[in-house]
């Protein structure tokens, strides 16, 4: 029981660490390194992720994940990040994958990409998707996980399940228009391990008000270290 606890308060710390500290991809990296950072790593995801999102982020790799490599990806990422964020419309935030390895979630607003109710992406987001794009084929052992979602407003003449389904079925479109425009300017397709809309059903704001459904409608790129990049890591931290 002992054991226990003492586990599940330095799981509880770490996570207090990532999140009150302001802790860069490269310190996260070198911090979930070494002994049993994977199982760590997935406990700390699974907090930072309030829905579980966090904890389903990132590539099946197995094996723990030394300190030094763990730093090297971590500068990857943060790299990646100071890039996306410089591009117009782009929100980004630090967040551990199912690895326990540094990540980095990118989250364009709807309204910037699309017109309401639409999926075909407007000139000022192919132009953000562009520059977005050249990152992705700097680094082509990046992958990524992209999610669509919107807010909770009705269709005209819908029920609220017709609704549901409608705007479940719009946010997938929406997705999909991002990840075929990425493709389209070099990404290349095996970097997408998930295109997928989640419809109204995981809102980050009260949809009650106008404010709070902007933020619900959005486009989420998780981009998260692939094997690749983590045995090339591992092969550079071995020199």
Known sequence: MKRKNLFLSLILSAAIILTGCGLNNTAKGA???????????????????????????????GTAVGATTGAIIGKQMD????EAAAIEGANTQAITDANGLP??????????????????????????????????????????????????????GSTAEQSRQKNQALSQQRAQSVV???????????????????GQDMPVADNSTAAGKAQNRRVEIYMYASEQMVRDAQAQANQ
């Open 31 to 61: 911090l979930f390194g070494g002994g049993g950072g994977a199982a760590i790593g997935a406990g700390i995801g699974a907090l930072i992720g309030k829905d579980g999102k966090s904890a389903a982020i990132g590539a099946a790799i």
């Open 79 to 82: 790299k990646a990040k100071a």
């Open 103 to 156: 990540a980095v979630l990118v989250t364009f607003d709807s309204g910037i990409l699309f017109t309401s109710g639409s999926s075909t992406l407007s000139a000022s987001a192919q132009n953000s998707l562009t520059k977005f794009a050249r990152i992705l084929v700097e680094n082509p052992t990046i992958e990524l996980s992209v999610l669509g979602h919107t807010d909770n407003t009705g269709f005209a």
């Open 180 to 198: 075929s425009y990425l493709k389209t300017k070099g990404a290349l397709t095996s970097q997408f391990k998930e295109v997928s809309g989640k």
